[in-house]
């Protein structure tokens, strides 16, 4: 798996965005997909996961009913839908491959294998 982000960009307060997540690798299908993100001075943080079925979603609470992801196994890719941005909503956004089948263990950063290099998004207000 070789996890590669991108879509990240300025965007104002209100605004959306869509990321992608491709896997040169092209094994994607085979795993369970997330995205995470990072702001600086802080951790990183859970924000979408679906397993390689597509059967579920997971979402963080403060992106709930805002961010939609989704994936296309066909063309090994996953992409998070953002909407409604918020200025803390800015942070470096990461995707995220792993192994686990599903369930709330994908909301957890330890669970993923891959990682790929980060889009930065930067909401202004």
């Known amino acids: 798996v070789q996890l590669q982000a991108s879509g990240g960009g300025l965007v104002q307060a209100g605004g959306s965005l869509r990321l992608s997540c491709a896997d040169s690798?092209?094994?994607?299908?085979?795993?369970?997909t997330g995205w995470f993100r990072q702001a600086p001075g802080k951790e990183r943080e859970f924000v979408a996961a679906?397993?390689?079925?597509?059967?579920?979603?997971y979402y963080a609470d403060g992106v709930k009913g805002r961010f939609t992801i989704s994936r296309d196994n066909a063309k090994n890719m996953v992409y998070l839908q953002m909407n409604s941005l918020k200025p803390e909503d800015t942070a470096v956004y990461y995707c995220?491959?792993?192994?686990?089948?599903?369930?709330?263990?994908?909301?957890?950063?330890?669970?993923?294998?891959?990682w790929g290099q980060g889009t930065q998004v930067t909401v202004s207000s």
């Open positions: 995220a491959a792993s192994s686990t089948w599903g369930g709330a263990a994908l909301m957890r950063r330890p669970n993923y294998d891959y």
């Open positions: 690798g092209r094994t994607f299908s085979r795993y369970a």
């Open positions: 679906m397993p390689w079925s597509g059967s579920s979603t």
